[in-house]
């Protein structure tokens, strides 16, 4: 009754909605459950039998949007920390996760640690056998929010390798982000819960205070400064109330514009991208992933808007840390194409690298 298997659900081979399946000791725990990329894309959960909980690492789309398949899972419990639980819909039945440390998921003992990635972020370590890593996103390179570097040992580690073997680091992305600074006003649609602040921050560090941001921004700067400071680096608390104080509504083109969300999509970056396409003047600035199908993709394609990429993923060079920090002896990597793999492979070794599921731990 020992044996446990990992069910690649979505997410491994291509850009897709989190969702894994580790069976184990005649449980069955979902990790994970997004909707998108693109939007509207779910992961296929109709074959599966009711699961006994599932397990969410953070707060982003593409990692919990998919709980609106509950029913068809069986209503499980949803495990979570306090400001992932927060984002959730009210109807959800969730038990809290810590922020670090250790506990119980339906009696399988399980580690968390801060994942540097977002508010309330956390990788998972499920501690039986020889030890599994689920990193669901992580980023070691961020100077606002905290990131603890799993050292247990897992011999299995399903890892986020969202940019593949990519290995630029983010000193490079702000000296790409200054080239777009002092030339008119600039529109950044950010998640507020991710990369928003740590941009903001890094302005303010670089002595650009001319900032505005839009209420999910202002309500999330207002979180880190207060319950969710834990997923913050240490001392950075009058930095982030500086930089609530500074920051001022978006009542017009001007200055740096912080405002949710990273797509356009949604949120005030929609009204304020129908506002701001046709003035020239304002330069359009995208950050993340483009979202097939949204008006970030619209806009990049026709040229009208610019798209660069700020860290919020590990390099290469911190996925050979993490793989060899932990001894794993066999690593997914998630969340990129099939196509990363030779490369991946090759910077693992001796470690066997597969996208192919299902995989005994
Ligand atoms: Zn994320």
Known sequence: ???????????????????FLLETRGKRLLLDLGEGPPTGKF???????????????????????????????????????????????????????PIGGA??????????????HAPGGVWLHFVGGGGFLYT????????????????????????????????????????????????????????????????????????????????????????????????????????IEGLTHIAKPID???????????????????KLLAQFESKPAVTILFTGYVNPDTPADRLTKSGRAKTMRWNVHPRLSDTIGLVRGVGARTVIPAFCDRARLPALAQALAPAHVTMDGPIEI
Not at 1 to 19: D, T
Not at 182 to 209: C, F, K, M, Q, T
Request: charge should be negative; include cysteine; charged fraction near 20%.
């Open 1 to 19: 009754m020992n044996s446990r298997v990992l069910r690649l659900i979505s997410g491994v081979g291509a850009k897709g909605p989190a969702c």
């Open 43 to 97: 992961p296929d959960v109709d074959g599966l039998p009711p699961v006994d909980a599932v397990v969410l690492s953070h707060s982003h789309k593409d990692h919990i949007g998919g709980l609106t398949l509950l029913p068809k899972l069986g209503h499980p419990p949803v495990y979570a920390t306090e400001p992932v639980a927060r984002a959730l819909p009210r109807d959800i039945g969730t038990r809290l996760l």
């Open 103 to 116: 506990t119980d998921v339906l009696g399988m003992p399980v580690e968390t640690g801060r994942n540097g």
């Open 136 to 239: 669901g996103d992580i980023c070691a390179e961020s100077s606002l929010y905290a990131y603890d570097p799993p050292a247990r040992a897992a011999v299995t580690a399903l890892i986020d390798c969202s940019y593949g073997d990519y290995q630029n680091s983010l000193e490079h992305c702000w000296r790409e982000l200054a080239q777009f600074l002092g030339g008119g006003p600039l529109l950044l649609p950010v998640p507020a819960n991710g990369r928003g602040p740590e941009i903001a921050l890094e302005l303010l560090r670089h002595g650009i205070d001319d900032i505005h941001v839009d209420d999910a921004m202002r309500g999330a700067l207002q979180h880190l400064g207060g319950s969710d400071q834990i997923s913050l680096q240490a001392g950075l608390r009058d930095e």
């Open 252 to 270: 017009g083109p001007r200055g740096i514009m912080l405002a949710a969300s990273a797509d356009g999509a949604s949120g005030a970056t929609a």
